[in-house]
């Protein structure tokens, strides 16, 4: 690295920052000096650079929405830091309820201003939080979005199911249980596209879609919206079942299985409705024991907390960037005889 400095007329720091990708340097000079690294064919000893690594306090933000995947991410980033046992990493976390956005962003800022050194984000869509991690990347700290994305920003990275993928195997599944027929509905978290999750709607959409093209018989005859809401989910789904004495399928793309559930169970239609959904939290799996739920789409919550922290952490220590801006977890058909 001296000898480059040495070449390129600079400062130590500066080739220093060239190398690990670090605002602070002028495009012409990144240049001169990126070109002198390429013919020196550099590349920093990755053993010396975590012992170095090790003495520093790296400051993540964990930004999270109120909703029923919030423990479970939490654990997730637990099982991450303990990945990283010989490093002092403080994970300071925020929760904003569902449609918070204005929050978020304020909480994104506040990390900007905190010099975090990456923020693990659940992004609400909307454009006030994308103006924020705007201004998070500006400041050349990295955002790993989980659990959902939030497209037209410059987050680094997304961890997440393929929630376009999902809402077709969805489709598939209620469609040929179905027989091609019937009346269904869902229950989505919120229908509108701003201050809601970006993955939920595309689930919702990509859903839709697929039902209308593959099975034109099969009727949606309501799309209800929760706002992730306990008691709205299952007031809605109460007077769902009353409005809709021929429903034979439910999808879900959100929380508040729990919720449809007891609805279900009390209206005594538990038998006769398909239900999918989303998850394989304990609540999901007890009620696919009991026959209530017939599938889900289990998502690797653990893995879409702890994968954002190794990001962050590889860039920080190593100076690598994810190979590709979205990380997919598997989507796992989870019906009752895989929990026996």
Aim: charged share 30%; glycine share 8%; aromatic share 6%.
């Amino acid at each position: 690295m001296k000898e480059i400095a040495e070449r390129a007329g600079v400062h130590q720091a500066t080739v220093d920052k060239v190398v690990h990708n670090r605002v602070g340097v002028s495009d012409e000079v990144r240049a001169k000096v990126q070109a002198i690294i390429d013919e020196l064919g550099y590349k920093p000893n990755p053993t010396g650079r975590v012992l170095q690594r090790q003495g520093k306090k790296y400051r993540i933000y964990a930004i999270l929405v109120d909703v029923d995947a919030l423990p479970y991410l939490k654990n997730g980033i637990e099982q991450g830091l303990k990945e990283w046992a010989g490093f002092d990493i403080e994970v300071t976390h925020a929760v904003t309820g569902f449609q918070e956005a204005k929050r978020q962003s304020e909480y994104i800022d506040k990390a900007v201003l905190d010099k975090a050194d990456g923020i693990i984000l659940s992004p609400i869509n909307a454009d006030c939080v994308r103006r924020a991690i705007d201004r998070a990347a500006d400041a050349g700290i990295p955002v790993i979005t989980t659990d959902s994305d939030i497209d037209g920003s410059r987050r680094t990275c997304c961890v997440s199911i393929d929630s376009a993928k999902a809402s077709r195997i969805a489709g598939r599944l209620i469609g040929q249980f179905l027989n091609g027929q019937g009346k269904i509905a869902i229950i989505s978290s919120a229908i509108e596209t701003e201050n809601n999750n970006y993955y939920v709607r595309m689930r919702e959409q990509g859903f839709t879609d697929f039902i209308r093209r593959e099975y034109p018989e099969i009727e949606i005859v309501s799309c209800i919206e929760s706002f992730e809401d306990p008691q709205i989910t299952y007031r809605k789904t109460t007077e769902l079942l009353k409005e809709q004495p021929e429903l034979r399928g439910l999808y879900i793309t959100c929380g508040g299985v729990a919720q449809v559930g007891r609805a279900l169970i009390e209206s005594g239609r538990a038998d006769s409705i398909r239900v999918l959904c989303y998850e394989d939290y304990p609540e999901i799996v007890e009620l696919i024991r009991q026959g209530v739920v017939d599938w889900t789409l289990g998502g690797e919550k653990a893995a879409q907390g702890s994968l954002p922290v190794k990001l962050i952490m590889d860039q920080l220590v190593f100076g690598r960037k994810p190979a590709t801006d979205r990380i997919f977890t598997d989507a796992r058909i989870l019906i009752k005889e895989c929990f026996e």
